[in-house]
Nanobody, 121 residues
Framework: QVQLVESGGGLVQPGGSLRLSCAAS????????MGWYRQAPGKQQRELVA?????????????VKGRFTISRNNAKTDNAKNTVYLQMNSLKPEGTAVYYC?????????WGQGTQVTVSS
């Protein structure tokens, strides 16, 4: 089991920046892939924003490349946490969504509760 807790969402003006954090606890040494999806208002589907593997290979949604950066801090001890970050720069109104953290452990995918990001003037 993995528990994910997100933080860092909020209201930001177009062109501004936010940094999202997601701390994973539980079976953290089995986590391979971590990342972020988002679900925009009125949309039924979540879309992949960025992912990062335990080996630091990254993958980004085309529309956020060059503006968003995903990074990861892997736990070194049993009591530490794996944390994944999403630095979002030059935010656009279409970035308004609930952002969900994910963690993949073998064939299981775990989700955080989501954090709201609103880009508006």
């Amino acid at each position: 089991q993995v528990q994910l807790v997100e933080s860092g969402g909020g209201l930001v003006q177009p062109g501004g920046s936010l940094r999202l954090s997601c701390a994973a606890s539980g079976s953290i040494f089995s986590i391979y892939n971590m990342g972020w999806y988002r679900q925009a208002p009125g949309k039924q589907q979540r879309e992949l924003v960025a992912t990062i593997t335990s080996g630091d290979s990254t993958n980004y949604l085309d529309s956020v490349k060059g503006r968003f950066t995903i990074s990861r801090n892997n736990a070194k001890t049993d009591n530490a946490k794996n944390t994944v970050y999403l630095q979002m720069n030059s935010l656009k109104p279409e970035g308004t969504a609930v952002y969900y953290c994910l963690a993949d452990v073998h064939t299981n995918r775990y989700w955080g509760q989501g954090t709201q990001v609103t880009v508006s003037s």
